[in-house]
């Protein structure tokens, strides 16, 4: 289960491999990949998520609910 920065980090890294992605398809690559959301009503953490991340300027929201990385953010890999 993600909540918190985790979360914000697993949206990070799902549009930086999928490009811009409503919150649904965000959600759902998130359960393809076995993880869940840990809250009620999931979709609305996700919005409030990259909320956050769009006022920190790592995310662009392109219209309702839809998000794209912002082309200032480097995502660190790890391998």
């Given amino acids: 289960m ?3 920065r985790r979360l914000r980090a697993a949206c990070l890294a799902i549009l930086a491999r999928r490009g811009p992605l409503p919150l649904v ?10 993880y869940g ?3 009620a009503h999931p979709v ?13 300027g790592r995310v662009v929201r392109v219209e309702r609910g839809t998000y794209r990385l912002s082309p200032a953010t480097q995502l660190r890999t790890v391998g």
């Fill in 44 to 56: 609305k953490t996700l919005a409030d998520a990259l909320g956050y991340e769009a006022d920190q």
């Fill in 2 to 4: 993600l909540w918190g």
């Fill in 37 to 39: 959301i840990a809250q």
């Fill in 25 to 34: 398809e965000i959600h759902a690559e998130l359960h393809r990949l076995g």
